[in-house]
């Protein structure tokens, strides 16, 4: 909504800014991926390793025991 009535007050200066802003959002669409392809590795090494898989039955365990805890103390 702000950008529409930005673009009709003043459509050249949105055009420049929208044109400008193209790369930069390009650049950030790629360190997007980047993030997302690292963030899917450090998973992926965190699954296959033994101290990962250790990392990860932990939380998981800890997770149950809360979750239960949790629902027991609703119940009464």
Request: glycine share 2%; hydrophobic share 55%; net charge positive.
């Amino acid at each position: 909504m702000k950008n529409q009535l930005f673009s009709l007050l003043f459509p050249s200066a949105f055009h420049f800014y929208y044109r400008l802003n193209r790369p930069l959002r390009i650049m950030a669409s790629l360190t997007a991926a980047k993030r997302l392809e690292s963030f899917q590795r450090s998973i992926l090494i965190l699954v296959i390793h033994p101290l990962g898989q250790i990392v990860l039955s932990f939380l998981f365990f800890s997770f149950l025991f809360f979750f239960f805890r949790h629902s027991l103390a609703r119940l009464g």
